[in-house]
């Protein structure tokens, strides 16, 4: 699968006017993060449609309800800081952790207008291990009531992420 991954035609990350350390690709849809708009984007590579048959499966979904592949390449020291996936995507996603082992940490989600009135610190509330070659699936409350984040890692990982895009 890293074999796979590594010639992909990744893309820096542009947040803000800063250049994030991880790098992506898009499959399926893409997704601009400076624009935070979705669209068509080249099709998945062959070695992906049967990781996402088994996430579909997994999932308990028809396997072309996963529109969006991203593969994300994490360096050492690469972060990614606290979010929700884009409201554009849908209620599931499902991802695929290579590489070096992480934390992911969650904790919920509070709205931009409402930080401001927080009391304290807001921390996290919750955290899984990401082995290598494991998977996890976020619906329901860990998809819309929370956000997640993981920190800085000391070994390259790689994450393949399949999203379902929302009803209009």
């Known amino acids: 699968m890293l074999d796979a991954i590594e010639p992909l035609p990744f893309a820096q990350v542009v947040m803000r006017g800063v250049v994030a350390k991880r790098r992506t690709a898009h499959f399926g849809w893409t997704y601009g993060y400076y624009s935070r708009r979705t669209e068509p ?30 593969v994300t390449e994490y360096p050492p020291a690469a972060t990614i800081g606290w979010h929700r996936d884009a409201p554009m995507f849908g209620d599931v996603v499902a991802g695929l952790s290579l590489g070096a082992a992480c934390r992911m940490k969650f904790r919920p989600y509070m709205s931009p207008s409402a930080i401001h009135d927080a009391e304290g610190p807001r921390r996290t509330t919750h955290e899984i291990e990401l082995a290598p070659r494991s998977g996890y699936v976020m619906s329901g409350a860990a998809r819309r009531q929370f956000e997640h984040s993981i920190p800085a890692l000391t070994s390259r990982r790689y994450s393949i992420t399949f999203r379902t895009l929302r009803s209009r």
């Not at 099709?43 to 028809?62: H, K, M, N, S, T």
Request: net charge negative.
């Open 41 to 70: 984007g080249p099709p998945l590579p062959a070695f992906l449609v049967p990781v996402r048959a088994r996430f579909a499966e997994w999932a308990g979904l028809d396997a072309e309800l996963f529109v969006e592949a991203l």
